[in-house]
């Protein structure tokens, strides 16, 4: 398999100096806030530090994420009566990492960078995207090629090349190479490239850069209505079976008083809320964040140890 690694020194760097930046490089600040003794920012139950520091990974363009997530942080902010900070972060690691060293409070991670965040950071899963009918949304992974390609299944990819997402990515890394081993392959049997992201992946493929994408259902949703992929001119030739959504979670490191109110404030907001989200994540009817735990994850832990995946693989 070949990996295109030239990013992970970066990403390593970006991780270790978000570490000592984060507050200040934040996206944006919901609300001016009020602690619950009246002054602005002060330390309470719900505004443990003056402020609560919100972590998104990088799931798609960032200038497009930043404004959904703004509106669910200013929400939050109110409800909570206190400032958050909202950054979107540099790569899935730096999440991670940023919360096992306590620098985030509050952070949505894929459904793998989940499985490491509990496990290096205690992340505690609170809620996530519901659908209208109050049902937990999913989304599914998928491989696609050219509508002309001869590759008709996973059984055909030896020999072309693969766009994968990034590395630690659910959709985007762990399930499609999974199916590989799946199928019965090797993974040095396809030629494996990291595009670097969801939208860059589909992108490899639009281009003719590779024979083969990884698009999960999110990023096809995004790209059709934004009108950037013709999914008449490829074709799917393998999904996986559905993923739950993307979970927010809390540092375990906080008070239980501040879990409580965080899983109370996020489960009572409006659809409007959080629409805009949705909107990334294929949650469609989109309605308010349901309440996920550990056991609705299992098969993303089941997954980690069946690839024997650790958090160096993020």
Known sequence: ??????????????????????????TGTAGAGTGTDGTDG?????????????????????????????HLADALSEKL????????????SAEVLAMENGK??????GPLGF??????????????FGLADGTLSSYTAGIWVPVDSPVQSID??????LALGSTGSTS?????????LDAGLSESDVEITYAGGHPEALLALTNGQVDAAQI?????????????????????????????????????SQSQEFKDAVRDALLTLDTADVEAIGAFLDVDPAGPLVEVDVDTYKPLFDLAATLELTSDDV
């Open 1 to 26: 398999m070949h990996r295109s690694r030239t990013g992970q020194a970066t990403s390593v760097l970006a991780a270790a100096l978000l570490l000592g930046t984060l507050s200040a490089c934040s």
């Open 42 to 70: 002060a330390a309470s139950a719900t505004c443990p530090n003056g402020a609560i520091r919100f972590g998104i990974e990088p799931y798609e363009d960032p200038a497009k994420l930043e404004p959904a997530y703004q």
């Open 81 to 92: 009566d206190c400032p958050v900070d909202l950054t979107i972060v540099e790569d899935y």
């Open 104 to 109: 985030l409070e509050l952070a949505q991670f």
């Open 115 to 128: 499985v490491f965040a509990s496990e290096r950071a205690d992340a505690e899963p609170l809620a996530s």
């Open 156 to 161: 055909d990819l030896p020999g072309h090349t």
């Open 172 to 180: 985007g890394d762990a399930l499609p190479r999974f199916a590989i």
């Open 216 to 252: 999960n259902s999110q990023t096809l949703a995004t790209a059709e209505r934004e009108g950037t992929f013709d999914a008449s001119k490829f074709r799917q030739v393998w999904e996986s079976d559905p993923i739950p959504n993307d979970p927010i979670t809390v540092a375990g």
